[in-house]
C-alpha cells in the first residue's frame, strides 16, 4: 500500500466504508445519523460529491466521487484567505 496521501486521488470514485468493532453500534440513537451527516457535510462535501450512501447501526458506506485539482485548490484558498480575513480583521477596542 502506499503513502495515505497518495490513496485518494482527484477525480476518481471510491467506496469509502468503516465498520464499529465487534458487535458494538456506530449509531446507537436515531440522532446520531443526522449529526454523522452534518459532519459530513461540513468536513467532506467540500472535497468529494457523494453519489450514494448507506447507513447502518454497526457501519456506513459512501461512494465518493474527489473533485478536481481545480475545485480542490480553490476551496483550499477560500479556506485559508476566510482564516486569514479573521485572523487580521480589525478588532474593537473596548
Known amino acids: 500500500m502506499g503513502c495515505p496521501r497518495d490513496l485518494l486521488k ?6 469509502i466504508f ?16 443526522p449529526f454523522f451527516m452534518k ?3 461540513k468536513w467532506i462535501l467540500p472535497c468529494c460529491d457523494i453519489h ?5 447501526p454497526n457501519h456506513f458506506h459512501f461512494a465518493m466521487k474527489i473533485k478536481s485539482e481545480k475545485e480542490l485548490s480553490t ?8 482564516k486569514l480575513s479573521k485572523l487580521f480583521s480589525p478588532h474593537p477596542v473596548s
Open 39 to 41: 459532519k459530513i457535510e
Open 10 to 15: 482527484p477525480n476518481k470514485l471510491y467506496h
Open 52 to 56: 450514494a450512501y448507506c447507513l447502518i
Open 75 to 82: 476551496i483550499f484558498e477560500e479556506k485559508i484567505s476566510k
Open 18 to 33: 468503516n465498520h464499529a468493532n465487534g458487535k458494538d453500534k456506530l449509531f446507537k440513537e436515531e440522532r446520531n445519523y
